[in-house]
C-alpha cells in the first residue's frame, strides 16, 4: 500500500511539471492576437507628481527644512546612572532639549544656559519626543510656547 500511494505521488508530481513547462512555453509565445498591448500616455510635465499628493499650503516642511526640534523634558534627566545637571547654575530637572539639524543635542535650562550633551543622540531624542505639535519662526517663539 504504501509504493502505491508513493508512485502515484511521483506521477502527480510529474503532470504538474509538464504543466508547468507547457505554460511556460504558451507564455513565450507572441501576445495573443486579440488583445494588442496598450502602451500608456506618457505624463505631462504638471502630472510628474502623483494626483493624490498634498498642495504646497499643506505640506509639511521635512527634517532638513527646519532649523531643529524642540521639546520640554520636566523630571530630572538622568544619563549614563548620573542625573545631568546645568553647569552654569546646577539646575537638574525643567529642561528643553534640542535635537539640531545636524543630529546632535542640545540642553537648555530654565535661567536659559544652553550646553551640547554628548551622551544624548537624535536617536533618544526621536524615542522620547511626541509627535510635532507646531512649528515656530524664531527659537523665542518656541521657548514661549513650551512655558520658558
Known amino acids: 500500500m504504501f509504493f502505491r500511494r508513493a508512485r502515484e505521488d511521483r506521477a502527480f508530481r510529474e503532470?504538474?511539471?509538464?504543466?508547468?513547462?507547457?505554460?511556460?512555453?504558451?507564455?513565450?509565445?507572441?501576445?495573443?492576437?486579440?488583445?494588442?498591448?496598450?502602451?500608456?500616455?506618457?505624463?505631462?510635465?504638471?502630472?510628474?507628481v502623483a494626483a493624490d499628493f498634498l498642495p504646497p499650503e499643506l505640506r509639511v516642511p521635512s527634517r532638513q527644512e527646519v532649523a531643529g526640534l524642540m521639546m520640554r523634558w520636566l523630571q530630572p534627566l538622568i544619563i549614563e546612572d548620573e542625573?545631568?545637571?546645568?553647569?552654569?547654575?546646577?539646575?537638574?530637572?525643567?529642561?528643553?532639549?534640542?535635537?539640531?539639524?545636524?543630529?546632535?543635542?542640545?540642553?537648555?535650562?530654565?535661567?536659559?544656559?544652553?550646553?551640547?550633551?554628548?551622551?544624548?543622540?537624535?536617536?533618544?531624542?526621536?524615542?522620547?519626543?511626541g509627535p510635532v505639535e507646531r512649528f515656530h519662526p524664531t527659537l523665542e517663539e518656541g521657548l514661549r510656547h513650551l512655558g520658558h
Open 15 to 48: 503532470a504538474q511539471r509538464a504543466g508547468y513547462e507547457l505554460f511556460l512555453q504558451l507564455q513565450a509565445a507572441q501576445p495573443w492576437p486579440d488583445f494588442p498591448e496598450q502602451t500608456a500616455p506618457a505624463p505631462a510635465a504638471e502630472e510628474a
Open 83 to 129: 542625573v545631568r545637571t546645568c553647569p552654569g547654575c546646577g539646575a537638574y530637572r525643567d529642561w528643553i532639549v534640542f535635537c539640531m539639524r545636524d543630529d546632535s543635542v542640545w540642553l537648555r535650562c530654565r535661567a536659559g544656559h544652553e550646553t551640547k550633551e554628548p551622551g544624548l543622540d537624535a536617536a533618544w531624542y526621536n524615542r522620547n519626543s
